[in-house]
């Protein structure tokens, strides 16, 4: 099949970088998959746009940069207006409902929203919205497995958030599965 290349935007301390972390680890270790992971982010680091580019693959990757993603989530519009003309035609794109409003999308692009910030906020932290995504990303695209992601959670979060990352993921995950049976 190839190599599926995922970009995941936000701004400085949305926690994209761990998202990506997240992924990555999920397909490497735990699903027997190669991945690779690269990252951008401006000087000011909290508050500008950032990025984390995963490729995961069945075969080694050759080539370790993002070009044309196959997937995209975004968790905020100064992101996604950046990023989203990277995304293929027949791209699937990952929004933070309240945060982002999408337009001018080539046809094809698959768009599905999750309410990630008012999850986040009714468990408590609005900091586990990176989390929500990982759970909403991993239901929405199949490319790792519901088993391996919340592994990749549970050893990257600390000890003492573990629960409550969980909560989110699964709260992403189940909200992702929901819109996949009415698709």
């Known amino acids: 099949m190839g190599p599926t290349e995922i970009k995941i935007g936000g701004l400085g301390g949305q926690g994209v970088i761990l998202a990506g972390i997240i992924i990555g680890k999920a397909a490497a270790l735990y ?31 050759l080539y370790p940069y993002v070009q044309k993603p196959h997937l995209m989530v975004s968790m905020s519009q ?20 309240e945060l982002v409003k999408p337009q001018g999308l080539p046809k094809g692009v698959k768009v599905f929203a999750v309410p990630a910030t008012r999850i986040a906020e009714e468990l408590g932290k609005k900091m586990v919205l990176n989390i929500v995504m990982v759970g ?44 996949l049976a009415k698709a």
């Not at 990025?51 to 693959?57: E, G, I």
């Not at 629960?163 to 709260?171: G, H, Q, V």
């Open 31 to 61: 699903d027997n998959k190669h991945s690779a992971l690269t990252q951008a982010f401006g000087p000011e680091a909290r508050g500008s746009a950032c990025s984390a580019q995963v490729v995961v693959d069945e075969d080694p990757i």
């Open 78 to 97: 100064d992101a996604f207006v950046k990023f989203a003309p990277e995304l293929r035609e027949d791209g699937t794109l990952l929004i933070e409902e």
């Open 136 to 179: 909403f990303f991993t239901a929405i695209s199949g490319v790792v497995s519901e088993e391996a992601a919340r592994k990749a959670v549970t050893d990257t979060v600390p000890p003492s958030t573990i629960d409550l990352n969980i909560k989110a993921f699964e709260r992403g995950f189940a909200h992702g599965k929901k819109l």
